[in-house]
Each structure stands twice: as C-alpha cells, then as structure tokens.
C-alpha cells in the first residue's frame, strides 16, 4: 500500500532526501523550475485510522517546510472537502474557510496574506 519510506524509521526526517532523489535535484541545482500540483492530506476526514492520519499531518507539515525554503510553487488540493476524502481548504458548506487545513499550509503563502479575512 504504501512506498517502503513511510514505514522507515526515520520517516518523515526521511522524505527531504526521496524527495531530492526524484525531483528536488531540479530545485537543489536551479536546473528547472518546478510546481507541486495537487497536493493535500486528509486532515480530519472521516474514517481514517489514527496511524494513517499521524503519517498523512507528518509527510504534509515536511512537504510544506521543503516547498517553503526551496521556494517550489504549488497548487493545494482541494478546496473542498469532498474531493477523494482530502480535507479541503474550504468547510462543508463552502462558505468558510477550514483554519486547522488554512493553518498546515499558512507557510506557503505570502507574507502578510490572512486568507481568513474578507
């Protein structure tokens, strides 16, 4: 189910180097630029073991702080919760904005951006 470095035992001190090996050489030696699409966890949606959602909240946090000192642009997924079970940027009702998802990408974003004002 899962590749063999989410079950190493430095995971997810592990994952700035996987992702080096595949793709950050590009960012590391400023050969091309790079866009991290669709990328998100499942946050609090329902069902999801509480093991799975530790490793999901880890390799999210360690992807934001790579994308974050390398620069990397991206395009979170999704904005809304109901999108192959992620946990949205938006609530259910789409009229708000989910601060706990908002929170674990707040990084990424420009500085004195508050996207939870109007």
Known sequence: MFQPWFSD???AANLPAVWDAFWGYL?????APVFIGAFGD???ADGVPPA???????????????LNV??????FWALNRSAQGLTGLLQPGWQSVNEDQ???IQPLLPV???????
């Open 112 to 118: 004195g951006l508050d996207a939870t004002k109007e």
């Open 70 to 75: 390398h620069g990397a642009s991206f395009g």
């Open 9 to 11: 035992a430095t995971y």
């Open 102 to 104: 908002l929170r674990r």
């Open 27 to 31: 960012l590391n030696d400023d050969a």
């Open 42 to 44: 499942r946050g609090d």
């Open 52 to 66: 799975e959602r530790l490793i999901d909240s880890q390799w999210l946090a360690t992807l934001v702080d790579y």
